[in-house]
């Protein structure tokens, strides 16, 4: 059984860019979350797509968005980048997407803005 | 969501029991108690999660009282491997899973 994969590991943007993260979801999972994690700090839940919809949002401005493809794989997706948005971003995935279902989360990617 | 209060760190020797709790006062009748550990530059991990009264897996045991207005993860004999954050979340189990982490508690255990 494979588990949640994150790619890349790592990434350097500059302010104003804009950056695509992926995640590919465990084996039968059909449910992603994605998450912020600041330096410090626990994870923020950005969003969540269940069967390919986005399923609930967190306190996220629009330039965050998403997809979620047939396979379950998922992307993040920031547009205008911005300092703050440095950060690990966190993917789980789950079986239904269901209020404390457990999340199996993946490394993160590592993004930096300068 | 309810939410929680966890100290912000402890220590603890090798060998050691470790009890960490969590405070929940405003817990909901259907909220269910869950806990997740975090290396440094790791996705969390779950550890255990229950509703009330006592839950024991092979990692730790859940003590939650009879109010539920508080839950204790206890960690049986803690190694250097122990040394993460823990976060204690609260939350229904309908709905979506918007699921929020506070701070969480960092453990260092140690030698």
């Known amino acids: 059984e494979t588990g949640v994969t994150q790619s890349p590991t790592h990434l350097i943007k500059t302010r104003g860019q804009q950056v695509t993260l992926r995640c590919s979801s465990q084996?039968?999972?059909?449910?992603v979350s994605w998450y912020q994690q600041a330096l410090g700090q626990g994870p923020q839940f950005i969003f969540q797509y269940y069967r390919e919809e986005e399923n609930g949002r967190g306190n996220f401005p629009p330039r965050f968005s998403g997809l979620q493809f047939p396979n379950y794989s998922s992307e993040l997706n920031v547009n205008a980048l911005e300092l703050d948005d440095s950060a690990l971003y966190l993917c789980a995935s789950s079986l239904s997407g269901q209020a404390m279902d457990t999340q199996y989360f993946g490394p993160g990617t590592r993004l930096t803005v300068l | 969501l309810a939410k929680t209060t966890q100290p912000i760190s402890m220590d603890s020797y090798e060998g050691q029991e470790v009890n960490i709790t969590c405070s929940h006062n405003n817990i909901a009748t259907n909220d269910y108690i869950t806990w997740y550990q975090q290396f440094p530059s790791q996705g969390p991990r779950f550890i255990i999660q229950g509703y009330k009264t006592k839950v024991t897996n092979e990692v730790a045991s859940l003590f939650i009282p009879a109010d539920r207005k508080s839950s204790t993860l206890s960690l049986p004999r803690v190694s250097l491997s122990d040394t993460a954050v823990y976060y204690c979340l609260v939350g229904p189990t309908g709905g979506y899973q918007k699921v929020t982490f506070g701070t969480g508690t960092k453990l260092q255990v140690i030698p």
């Open positions: 084996s039968g999972h059909n449910t």
